[in-house]
């Protein structure tokens, strides 16, 4: 399948767009950057930067995922209901996990460099 640089163009923009207006997106984008200055401080080998940089994707697509269902749903039933309230509640559950395996995916990756700094 060959993709257009209209859809490319239209990935981009979207992907923007969350990143400008949406809170955690940007949250998880001053993570990333984190991540990146501590991977590079700590010189990172190639497998430690494909593994401490694997859940920042996660972490953007959970939470793109996640922000763009619950505007669909919005549209389709702005009223409260509890099965919408579920399915919001699935979807945010997801970000959640994600965020915590990355944690123990940067634990165990920085660990070293952690250990070294506070002396022991």
């Known amino acids: 399948m060959i993709v257009s ?6 990935a ?10 949406e809170r955690t997106i940007q949250w998880i ?7 990146v200055a501590l991977g590079a401080y700590a010189r990172l080998s190639r497998l430690a930067w494909a593994v401490a ?3 920042v994707i996660v972490l953007f697509v959970a939470e793109g995922m996640n922000t763009v269902v619950e505007r669909v749903i919005d549209l389709v039933e702005p009223r409260y209901a509890e099965h ?3 399915i919001k509640d699935g979807t945010a559950g997801v970000v959640l996990l994600a965020g915590i395996w990355a944690a123990v995916v940067w634990l165990i990756v ?3 460099l952690l250990k070294s700094a506070a002396g022991f």
């Open 53 to 55: 940089l694997v859940p």
């Open 5 to 10: 640089v209209r859809k490319i163009t239209r």
């Open 84 to 86: 919408i309230r579920q």
């Open 12 to 21: 981009a923009r979207g992907g923007l767009a969350l990143l400008a207006h």
């Open 110 to 112: 920085f660990y070293p």
């Open 29 to 35: 984008f001053l993570i990333a950057c984190g991540i």
